[in-house]
C-alpha cells in the first residue's frame, strides 16, 4: 500500500502554526516516512492534488472570499480534514477584525497605519473580498481540531503520525491547549 | 448534629444535615467542577456547571446549592453529566470574547482549566462577537466587560465580604452586565478599590494592571505574611516573581477573611519615594554615599560628642517588634537615653484591647468614639458595614467629620460620649472602637463600659500596641537634644509628629526611602523596604503576627537588629 498523502494549506494566517510544524525538525523525517507531503504554501507546489489526499491540514481563520474558495477546494480534496491552530478552530486573533466595521478596519490597515505613504484600499477584481472573520468549520465541515497558537510541534507531530496511521488522533492533556 | 447517608458515584459519604451535595462531596474527595461558586461567599447556582444527577429524579441539580437527604444516590461525572457541562461550557464560551490567546488570565483561568478538563476542541456555536466596553478608569485594576461570563462573585464579594454595595448588575438575559451603583464608571462610582473582586473573579474580566501578563500561578511565588499598613495585620500573601513584589493578595485564612484595602493591597506597591539602598554621610554640606563603616564611624562619634545628656531616640511604631526591643535595649539600656514613639499614642491606655474582627461580627451594638476606622483601619470599617447589613446598630461620637458617620444610625459629639456609654449598658454584646482623637478624660469615661463591651483600639501606628509593652511615648519637645536618632524605616513623616522640632547639631535617620527628614540628616543608615524585612508586631487584637521576608534586599539595607549589634560593638 502506498503511503497516505499530506497537503495543508494557510488562510488568514500569521505563518505561526506551519512554523510549529517545521518545529517537529527531526520528526518531520519520521512523518515523511509515513506518509507524503503533496503541497504546502511553503513548498514549490502550492495546491493539493486534484486526484485528493488523505489528510488536509489548514491554518488561519476565514477572512475573505478567497480563503472560503481555499478551505472548499481543500475539503473537496482530502478525506480527512484539519483545522490547526486557534485562527481556524475559533477563528483565533482575527476574529478581533469582527469588533469593527469593515470599511474602518480596512482604512486602518492600508490608510491610516503610520508608516503607510500614500495608501489606499486596493480594490482589484482579482482579489478575495473581506467577509466576516470565522473559523473554518463554519465553512466547511471539519474533522479534527487541533487548537493552540500556536500549537505545539509535540502536538502537531502527535496530531500527524496518528493520522498517518490510520487513526484519528485524540487532542486532550498537554497536547490541548489554547494560547 | 444530625448526619445523613448517601452515596457520590457508588461511594458511600456520611454528610451533615443541611449541607449541600458539593459540600458533601468534598468530604468524599470527590471533584465536582464550579464556577460562581466561591468558598468564602454565598452559593448562588447561577453558572450550571457544577449540575449532577440524582438518581429517581428527572432533571440534573446543581451541586453547590442542592441540599443532601437521606439515601439519595449522585452521579457527578456521568455521561448525562459530561454531556450537559460541555453544554454549559459552549453556552458560556459563545457568549463573549474568550479567545484565551490573548488574555491575560490564559493558564490561572478557571473557565479554561474546565474547558481543558472536558477537552473542548472546537466551539458548538459561533460567537456573536458583542462589542463589549473595558472599564480602565480605575487606578489599579480594570474590568474587561467581554470576558464577563455573570458569575456575580464580584458582586458577592463586594456586598457580603467588603459590605460596599458597589456592583450590580444592569439588563436582562444576553444584555446582562455588571454594573456600578447607578450605573457609573468604575471611577467615578463608590468602588473603594479594595480588590476582593478582583480576587474572587475566575476569568480575565477583572484584571491588576501593574502585574498583568507577569507570571502565572506556575511561574511565581507566594509568601504568607501580613500587611503593616496599620495595626489590623491583616494576612496577605505576597505573589514574588524574579526578586519583585508583583501583588498582593489576601489570605482568606486569617481574621480578614480575604478582604484587604487600597492602603494594603495596592498602595505599598506604588511607591514613589526615592529609595535609600546605600548609607548617606554629610561632608562639606553634602550628603555623599558612603561604605557603612564610614556611617557608623560618623554615627558613633556624632553620639560621643553629644553624650551623655544630649542624646535623644525616636522610633516609628511602624517598626517591627525585634527591631524596637533591639533599638530601646541600647538607647534605654545601654546608653540610658529617653526613647520615644514618633506617632502620636492613644490615649486611655488604661482600656483594653480585647475585642476582634469576629467580635464585630458577632455585635449588636458598634460605639466608634474618637476615629475613623473607614479612613485609618479600613478592613474594619467594611467589617462594620457588615454588621450594620446584619443589623447591628452604630453610633459614632467624633468631634470630626467621618466617613463612618453615612452609615452610623446616630452620630454625637464628643461632650455626648455619656449618652452612648448608657445604650451601649443596655445591649446585648457591645464593642467599642477607640481612636486616638479621644482625650484621657473621654477615654476614661468610656473605661466604664470594661467588662462589659470588647476593645478596639485604632492605634494611629501598626505596632503602637508594642510601643505602649515598651513605655515609649511621644515626646513633648526636643529643647536640649544635641543629638537625634530617628528609627523611621518606611513610615511617611507626617505634620505633627516632631512636635517643635529644630534640626540638632547631629541628626542619624534610619530610612528606607528618601524623606524631607532624611535629607536634613548628618548620617542616613538604609533601612530595609517593607518586603524584605522579616519579624512580627502586635496587631489591635493583642496577637503577634508574623511579617516575612518576601524578596531579598536588593540594597545595602540592613535590619534594625543587625545595625544595633554592630552599633554595640563599636560604642564599647
Redesign the interface.
Given at each position: 500500500m502506498s503511503k497516505p498523502k499530506i497537503a495543508t494549506d494557510w488562510l488568514a494566517a500569521c505563518a505561526g502554526c506551519h512554523m510549529s510544524l517545521l518545529d517537529m525538525d527531526e520528526r518531520l523525517l519520521q512523518v515523511l516516512s509515513l506518509a507524503e507531503l503533496t503541497s504546502c504554501p511553503i513548498t514549490d507546489l502550492k495546491h493539493p492534488p486534484h486526484e485528493g489526499v488523505e489528510v488536509g491540514v489548514l491554518t488561519g481563520a476565514v477572512n475573505s472570499t478567497t480563503n472560503i474558495a481555499v478551505a472548499r477546494m481543500m475539503r473537496k480534496r482530502c478525506k480527512i480534514l484539519v483545522?490547526l491552530g486557534?485562527c481556524a478552530?475559533?477563528?483565533?486573533?482575527v476574529?478581533?477584525r469582527?469588533?469593527f466595521d469593515m470599511q474602518e478596519a480596512l482604512r486602518c490597515a492600508y490608510v491610516e497605519t503610520p508608516s503607510t505613504v500614500d495608501g489606499f484600499v486596493p480594490a482589484s477584481e482579482e482579489l478575495g473580498r473581506p467577509v466576516r472573520a470565522?473559523?473554518v468549520?463554519?465553512v466547511v465541515k471539519?474533522d479534527v481540531?487541533?487548537?493552540g497558537?500556536p500549537p505545539s510541534a509535540d502536538a502537531i507531530f502527535h496530531v500527524l503520525s496518528e493520522l498517518a496511521q490510520g487513526r484519528i488522533p485524540v487532542?486532550?492533556g498537554e497536547t490541548?491547549k489554547?494560547? | 448534629m444530625s448526619k445523613v447517608n448517601l452515596k457520590i458515584n457508588g461511594k458511600t459519604v456520611q454528610a451533615p444535615a443541611g449541607s449541600t451535595i458539593l459540600e458533601a462531596a468534598r468530604l468524599a474527595e470527590v471533584d465536582i467542577p464550579v464556577l460562581c461558586h466561591h468558598p468564602k461567599l454565598a452559593n448562588l447556582g447561577s453558572c450550571r456547571i457544577c449540575l449532577v444527577e440524582i438518581a429517581r429524579q428527572p432533571n440534573l441539580h446543581p451541586a453547590c446549592t442542592y441540599p443532601v437527604f437521606e439515601g439519595m444516590e449522585v452521579q457527578t461525572e456521568s455521561p448525562r453529566v459530561v454531556e450537559m457541562r460541555k453544554f454549559v461550557l459552549d453556552m458560556l464560551f459563545s457568549e463573549r470574547n474568550h479567545h484565551c490567546m490573548y488574555c491575560e488570565m490564559s493558564g490561572d483561568c478557571e473557565l479554561q482549566n474546565l474547558a481543558y478538563r472536558y477537552r473542548m476542541d472546537r466551539w458548538s456555536f459561533p460567537s456573536p462577537h458583542p462589542h463589549m466596553p473595558v472599564d480602565a478608569t480605575r487606578k489599579y485594576f480594570l474590568l474587561d466587560h467581554s470576558r464577563c461570563i455573570l458569575c456575580r462573585r464580584c458582586l458577592r464579594a463586594c456586598s457580603d465580604l467588603a459590605a460596599n454595595h458597589t456592583l450590580g448588575v444592569k439588563n436582562r438575559g444576553a444584555d446582562t452586565m455588571i454594573c456600578a451603583d447607578m450605573d457609573l464608571s468604575f471611577g467615578e462610582s463608590s468602588c473603594v478599590s479594595c480588590g476582593t473582586c478582583l480576587e474572587v473573579c475566575p476569568t480575565g474580566a477583572l484584571v491588576d494592571r501593574r502585574s498583568a501578563y507577569m507570571g502565572r500561578t506556575a511561574e511565581v511565588q507566594r509568601v504568607r505574611s501580613s500587611c503593616a499598613a496599620c495595626s489590623l495585620g491583616c494576612g496577605v500573601e505576597l505573589v514574588v516573581r524574579g526578586g519583585q513584589v508583583l501583588r498582593v493578595e489576601s489570605d482568606w485564612d486569617r481574621h480578614n477573611e480575604g478582604v484587604l484595602c487600597v492602603a494594603g493591597r495596592f498602595e505599598p506597591l506604588e511607591q514613589t519615594r526615592e529609595k535609600i539602598t546605600r548609607p548617606l554621610v554629610r561632608r562639606d554640606g553634602q550628603l555623599q554615599e558612603a561604605t557603612w563603616v564610614e556611617a557608623l564611624d560618623a554615627l558613633v562619634s556624632g553620639l560621643r560628642q553629644a553624650a551623655p545628656g544630649g542624646i535623644r531616640a525616636v522610633t516609628s511604631g511602624a517598626v517591627l517588634s525585634e527591631g524596637m526591643n533591639e533599638f530601646v535595649n541600647f538607647f534605654k539600656g545601654k546608653m540610658g537615653v529617653p526613647v520615644h514613639l514618633l506617632e502620636p499614642a492613644l490615649a486611655g491606655s488604661e482600656l483594653a484591647a480585647d475585642g476582634g474582627l469576629k467580635d464585630v461580627d458577632a455585635a449588636d451594638f458598634i460605639l466608634v468614639a474618637g476615629g475613623d476606622p473607614l479612613a485609618s483601619h479600613r478592613v474594619l470599617g467594611y467589617r462594620i458595614k457588615r454588621a450594620i447589613d446584619k443589623g447591628a446598630e452604630v453610633w459614632l461620637v467624633s468631634g470630626k467629620e467621618t466617613e463612618m458617620a453615612h452609615f452610623a444610625a446616630r452620630c454625637l459629639g464628643l461632650a455626648e460620649l455619656d449618652s452612648a456609654v448608657a445604650h451601649c449598658m443596655e445591649s446585648r454584646s457591645p464593642v467599642v472602637v477607640y481612636g486616638a482623637d479621644l482625650t484621657a478624660r473621654e477615654a476614661g469615661r468610656l473605661a466604664r463600659l470594661r467588662g462589659k463591651a470588647r476593645f478596639i483600639p485604632l492605634a494611629p501606628s501598626p505596632n503602637g500596641h508594642r510601643a505602649q509593652v515598651l513605655g515609649l511615648e511621644p515626646a513633648a519637645g526636643w529643647a536640649g537634644a544635641k543629638a537625634l536618632f530617628v528609627l523611621l524605616e518606611s513610615a511617611l513623616l507626617q505634620e505633627g509628629w516632631l512636635q517643635e522640632f529644630r534640626r540638632p547639631q547631629f541628626l542619624a535617620v534610619y530610612a528606607s526611602c528618601r524623606s524631607p527628614l532624611t535629607d536634613q540628616a548628618d548620617v542616613v543608615l538604609p533601612a530595609l523596604q517593607w518586603y524584605e524585612r522579616q519579624g512580627t508586631f502586635i496587631n489591635m487584637e493583642g496577637r503577634n503576627v508574623d511579617v516575612h521576608q518576601a524578596v531579598e534586599p536588593g540594597g545595602e539595607g540592613w535590619s534594625v537588629q543587625k545595625l544595633f549589634d554592630r552599633l554595640s560593638g563599636c560604642m564599647t
Open positions: 483545522a486557534d478552530v475559533f477563528g483565533g486573533i476574529n478581533m469582527n469588533y470565522r473559523g468549520d463554519q471539519v481540531c487541533l487548537p497558537c487532542v486532550a490541548l489554547y494560547d | -
